[in-house]
């Protein structure tokens, strides 16, 4: 057994997840606002001098723009009955959504906000501008402004620095506009496929949904835009992936999974900002929860910034979960829990001060949200900011942020399988079918909450204001010699075949067919993925696996893109995979592909898989099929069995997986960190020192070896198993993971510095510490290929 003399960590380990040797720059953190830090004495004089119904105008927001449109969860149902101007009569908080409500020319709304802003500065009695916040998620959700991949293709990428370079993009648009608050990241850690905000999520691993959403936080604020960290906490853990549904899972699984994305983010990153989950956990919704809110935020990790309500959140209370008996009540128990802000408009907060003067709500805790608001507003220079020029021209689409927007999806990209047929050999296929539903939409290469899918969707007579081009017109750029014939063959959704034999006919006549399928991300049953859009099953939507094998039935090799915002179900378009050397299931090797069901027509030659990969997604994929660029990305999520399989994760413990006690068989048909590219990568000869103490640092070491013809990117990924704990442990646990460039036949040395406290865990005394005794290390192409192994010792 384990010896119980263990060494306590650190009450929360993910402190510790970004060491020094981290390519993310560690940046200044920004000032804090107060909660153990003292108010200014500016901030104090304001308090001082605020009528109660002024402190209530601080501690709400207003949708100006909100319409019938369906943008948030019962948006058109819960509109605000105040009208704006007498809702800013005493001030107001925030201003929602002025940019991403429908589409507006940016410079003509930023004059139309200055000009509101010098009326709250000169027409309120106290002359506070308000906080302008808008969605950020794949960019500035912004008519004209730059498009980049869904954040699960951040995940893909595994490559932070690159995503706070887009942050940092991100952030100067929206400050340039005067926004000073963007509604993003997402750090939820997936848990279930079927959920269907997972393609606004990064990954099911929490370090690097940590790494990655807190390169985006820094960047961001970096420029002076405010980051809000969502949803906290527990939101992707909902029943059956069902939206908003309850959450039953154990205090374990919360304090090592879920929570740790959070505090990296809030205490390496600096994070200002937090959003409240829509979800209950074991009955009590978190937007009422003051354990979460207060005692593991504010006086754990020690948040000082401000928590706003996902929107409506406050009145669910209320209406959805029925835990208030009215509006009042409703308010009460959320700022009370550590709620400093109700969004989207006044509605539960609006009852505040009068709660005050009838002494239902003690003033103390009404003072406490207001001054964290306050604060927040002088950190963003708002009391002193100056209105009288707005900009009158900007670009939020420029050159330097399309060259992001095409890196990143090019790195995110995976390829899942290849017989050779990539690169495509342009004399080899001088005929070209492009096939599939998604092969000429601009709609499929964005997620949910682009401006585009998110907004524009309403708007069908506005142009989307960005170039946008489709993988066929990227393809006939890419390949100018080359006879491109396009047809979809089906839809996304639907049951209609009547256009696969025009597919099957282009196919017949080309060298080769690219079929490009998936997703249409929308809300709430417009499309089949994002928010709202669950599912029961984890097939392809609609036809398009017939169309699939249809083509493949031609004879005419396949390459087969999957363009989606969750992971689908493929064992059929997958060989059987060979090589891991593992075993995810703890007992002995397993081929992870033993019985994956073959489609009778046979395979596609060779299958990629991206998650909505934004403005520029494209052109990057035409240049990996061309070979000018080397597929370098990972899954970020296991590739799913089944939905009967889900909900899955390769963090679990031995009875989690595949075994021979049961005859179902969740073993993923790929697993996380699994990606192939147009050369191979060997790693060997991982070394760490023989003993570590519980408290210290290891540095780890890896040969890799470029073994192929090509240029190439590696992601290399660090595992451990903790072999006998206190408590069931996972199978295996990502430590570390890096991008290593090599030239053809090239080998380096990539060295990891690793503190132990990455294997702390919450132990059965509730108290989360780092055990001694035996680790083994391993080095691989995914989680499960233990290629290189090592062996260290916790005293």
């Known amino acids: 057994m384990r010896s119980r003399a263990e060494s306590t960590a650190p009450e929360s380990p993910a402190a510790d997840t970004v060491d020094a040797d981290d390519a993310i720059e560690k940046e200044t953190m920004m000032p804090q606002s107060p909660g153990s830090t003292p108010l200014s004495p500016r901030v104090s004089a304001l308090l001082d001098a605020m009528t109660l119904d ?34 800013s009569a005493h001030g107001i908080g925030h201003l929602t959504r002025v940019f991403g409500t429908r589409p507006v020319d940016p410079v003509e709304r930023a004059a139309w906000l200055w000009a509101e802003q010098r009326r709250l500065q000169q027409e309120t009695r106290l002359g506070i501008p308000a906080i302008v916040h808008e969605e950020c998620l794949t960019g500035l959700a912004a008519w004209k402004a730059a498009t980049f991949p869904t954040p699960l293709a951040w995940g893909a990428a595994f490559d932070p620095e690159l995503v706070e370079e887009v942050g940092r993009a991100v952030g100067s648009s929206m400050r340039a506009l005067g926004i000073h608050q963007g509604l993003a990241p997402v750090l939820d850690v997936i848990r279930d496929p079927r959920w269907g905000r997972v393609d606004e999520c990064i990954a099911e691993d929490p370090l690097v949904v940590g790494r990655v959403g807190t390169a985006y936080v820094r960047g961001l604020q970096s420029e002076g835009v405010h980051a809000t960290l969502k949803h906290f906490v527990g939101y992707s853990a909902s029943k059956a992936g069902r939206n908003h549904a309850p959450v039953s899972i154990g205090q374990r699984e919360i304090e090592d999974v879920l929570l740790p ?76 829990a550590g709620i400093d802000v109700e969004l989207p408009s006044p509605d539960a907060f609006a009852t505040l ?38 900009p009158t021209s900007i670009d939020l689409d420029p050159v330097e ?29 001088a005929r070209i079918a492009v096939i599939g539903p998604n092969a000429d939409s601009t709609e499929a290469l964005m997620g949910c909450y682009s401006f ?52 099957v006919e282009a196919a017949t006549g080309a060298d080769v067919a690219i079929v490009v399928v998936g997703d249409r991300a929308g809300l709430f049953g417009r499309g089949t993925v994002g928010e709202g859009n669950d599912v029961e099953d ?16 031609t004879g005419t090799p396949v390459v087969l893109i999957s363009m989606t915002g969750r992971p689908y179900v493929l064992d059929w378009a997958l060989p059987p995979r060979a090589g891991a050397t593992g075993a995810m299931t703890g007992l002995g090797a397993v081929d992870a592909d033993a019985s994956a069901s073959a489609s009778p027509a046979g395979r596609p030659a060779a299958v990629l898989q991206t998650f909505f990969p934004g403005e520029e997604g494209a052109p990057a994929l035409a240049r990996l099929l061309s070979g000018r660029v080397a597929p370098s990305g990972r899954l970020p999520v296991s590739l799913p069995r089944s939905a009967g399989a889900q909900p899955y994760s390769y963090l679990h413990p031995v009875l989690g997986g595949r075994t021979d006690v049961t005859s179902a068989d969740s073993t993923p048909v790929r697993p996380f960190g699994f990606g192939l590219s147009y050369t191979t990568f060997m790693h060997h000869d991982l070394a760490v020192p023989p003993t570590v103490a519980a408290a210290e640092t290891f540095r780890a070491t890896v040969r890799v070896r470029n073994t192929g013809a090509v240029e190439a990117t590696d992601v290399v990924q660090l595992y451990a198993i903790d072999e006998v704990a206190s408590v069931t442990r996972p199978v295996a646990q990502l430590l570390d993971f890096r991008r290593v460039a090599l030239p053809p036949g090239r080998e380096t040395v990539v060295e990891f510095d690793v503190p132990i406290e990455r294997l702390a865990f919450t132990g059965l005394d509730g108290v989360k510490r780092v055990e001694t005794g035996s680790i083994r290390l391993w080095v691989g192409g995914a989680c499960d290929d233990e290629e290189t192994v090592a062996r260290l010792e916790i005293v």
């Open 538 to 553: 984890l097939e392809l939507p609609g036809v398009q696996r017939d169309l699939v094998e249809a083509i493949v039935a």
């Open 261 to 336: 994305p959070f505090e990296m983010a809030v205490r390496e990153g600096g994070a200002r900002s937090v959003m409240n989950s829509y979800t209950d956990i074991d009955g009590v919704p978190l937007a009422a929860d003051p354990r979460y809110l207060t005692g593991i935020l504010r006086e754990r990790w020690g948040f000082e910034g401000v928590v706003v309500s996902d929107y409506f959140s406050v009145d669910f209370l209320q209406s959805m979960q029925r835990i208030a008996a009215d509006s009042a009540d409703a308010a009460r128990l959320a700022i009370t």
């Open 452 to 503: 585009v899918n998110h907004v524009l969707a309403h708007h069908p007579e506005t142009p989307a204001g960005i170039e946008l081009p489709t993988v066929a017109a990227a393809l006939r750029t890419e390949f100018p010699e080359a006879e491109i014939t396009t047809t979809a063959g089906c839809a996304v959704e639907g049951a209609d075949r009547s256009g696969i034999p025009d597919a």
């Open 353 to 390: 001060a009068d709660q005050v003067r009838d002494g239902r709500l003690a003033p103390e805790v009404l003072d406490r949200a207001v001054a964290r608001v306050l604060a927040q507003k002088e950190e963003l220079g708002l009391l002193d900011a100056d209105f009288d020029t707005p």
């Open 54 to 87: 002024e402190k209530q105008a601080q501690l709400v927001g207003f949708w100006v723009d909100q319409g019938s449109e369906v943008v948030a969860p019962m948006s058109g149902e819960k509109k605000s009955s105040s009208r704006y101007e007498e809702a």
């Open 401 to 429: 942020h399309r060259a992001l927007a095409r890196r990143l999806a090019e790195e995110s990209v995976v390829l899942l399988s290849n017989d050779g047929i990539l690169p495509l050999d342009p004399a080899g296929a």
